[in-house]
Nanobody, 130 residues
Framework: QVQLVESGGGLVQAGGSLSLSCEAS????????MAWFRQVPGKEREFVSI????????YYEDSVKGRFTISRDNGKNTVYLRMNSLKVEDTAVYYC???????????????????????WGKGTLVTVSS
């Protein structure tokens, strides 16, 4: 059974930084694509960032480019999201997602919303105050 457990959410002032972590179990982590999504209540879940199995390829939603950094440690089965220069509009529940597929076509399909990640965490709340 795959489990993804997020941690690191909390309250931060605008302009501040926060780091999220997601530890995976039950998944061959070193082969998996890992991603972060977020959702504001009442709105659709949106893609934030994705990283391929090796960490060589990373992609970001336009509004977080230059501010957020995704990374992974395959030895610790953990993916991270470093969030800098946080804005009030970054407030959301952040979800970690993983999938054993990690090829370029799959990743592009996830970014474009044409395919879904197979496994999801329960989310961690990030609140950015003004």
């Amino acid at each position: 059974q795959v489990q993804l457990v997020e941690s690191g959410g909390g309250l931060v002032q605008a302009g501040g930084s926060l780091s999220l972590s997601c530890e995976a179990s039950g998944l061959t982590f070193s082969n998996a694509a890992m991603a972060w999504f977020r959702q504001v209540p009442g709105k659709e879940r949106e893609f934030v960032s994705i990283i391929n199995w090796s960490g060589d390829d990373t992609y970001y939603e336009d509004s977080v480019k230059g501010r957020f950094t995704i990374s992974r440690d395959n030895g610790k089965n953990t993916v991270y999201l470093r969030m800098n220069s946080l804005k009030v509009e970054d407030t959301a529940v952040y979800y970690c997602a993983g999938d054993p597929r990690s090829g370029g076509p799959f990743i592009r399909a996830v970014i474009n919303g044409r395919m879904e990640m197979a496994h999801w965490g329960k989310g961690t709340l990030v609140t950015v105050s003004s």
